[in-house]
């Protein structure tokens, strides 16, 4: 039986918007990333960030816990041409039993608040060459209080809260390996939109400035999404509470109250937002 992470994978690969181009551009610049280096993607998910990357260095190597999302990453990579990509399962708190050559730059996109953080940048420290860095990247709710939400995300919140139940947001507590317990049921970058608690970044923070790789930079973007109805439903497919192994044999039904509810709001069938990306740059002080 397949689980709710699991039956995410090929949803998350379609439907999640894609990290902005200039994000790959700012680490080819700051990383002289020129086709020599060794890239470490934690929490790879279907390679959203190991894909695009591949392309700009020697070898990539994809961890992830589930194998479904690797599974799919994997099909991508064939269907592109990438060929420099390892597709490993593994746990991010386990690094060293990974036995990866050493590491020029390792990316994190939108799991390092489900990862054992002060373990991660530990096994990182040793895992990462001398002049090596961590990216992770957040889409954070807002700088400056909560970012007003399209009124479409409503409408999404209604029909879910009546297929899930009222408390199908709430958030569970990390286990020992610093993912929730019942990580196979939730994912806390769940959202209607795709946006995180700003209160995942600032823990980040926190977490590097205590860490070996204290110089952090942070660069930010404002990337405008725009979603057709077949894209917003399958975004929700690609959350864990909303996921078809969650939903069962009431998915179609979803699918379609979905639809006839956002049309009802607004029969272009058009649904806008601004999603923000967020990328910290962390390195060891020069000394």
């Known amino acids: 039986m397949s689980t709710p992470i699991a039956s995410t994978a090929p949803y998350y690969a379609r439907y999640r918007p894609p990290y902005p181009a200039e994000l790959y551009e700012l680490l080819a610049d700051r990383f002289a990333l020129d086709g020599s280096q060794t890239v470490l993607d934690l929490g790879a998910g279907p390679g959203t960030l190991a894909l695009a990357l ?24 064939g269907e592109r041409g990438r060929r420099n990509i390892s597709w490993l399962t593994g746990d991010a708190a386990r690094i060293p039993r990974l036995c990866l050559p050493r590491i020029d730059l390792c990316v994190i996109g939108r799991a390092f608040h489900r990862m054992d953080r002060a373990r991660v940048l530990a096994d990182l420290d040793t895992a990462l060459a001398p002049r090596g860095g961590l990216v992770v990247i957040t889409s954070p709710a807002g700088e400056d209080g909560p970012r007003p939400r399209p009124l479409w995300c409503a409408v ?53 400035a205590k860490s070996p790789f204290s110089r952090v930079e942070t660069i930010a973007w404002e990337q405008p999404v725009r979603y057709t109805v077949d894209q917003l439903v399958g975004l929700q497919f690609s959350f864990p509470r909303s996921s078809p192994a969650r939903l069962g044999d009431r998915k179609d039904a979803f699918a379609s109250e979905l639809r006839r509810a956002l049309l009802d709001h607004d029969p272009r069938g058009s649904y806008a937002r601004t999603v923000p990306v967020r990328a910290a740059l962390a390195t060891r002080p020069r000394t």
């Open 54 to 77: 591949a392309p700009l260095v020697d070898q990539v190597y994809a961890v992830d816990t589930e194998p479904a999302m690797l599974a799919e990453g994997c099909r991508l990579a």
């Open 156 to 208: 999404v919140e209604e029909v879910r809260a009546r297929f899930l139940g009222p408390g199908h947001r709430a958030r569970s507590a990390p286990g020992a390996g610093g993912a929730p317990e019942d990580a196979d049921d939730v994912d806390d970058v769940d959202d209607v939109d795709d946006v995180d608690d700003e209160g995942d970044a600032d823990d980040m923070y926190d977490h590097l």
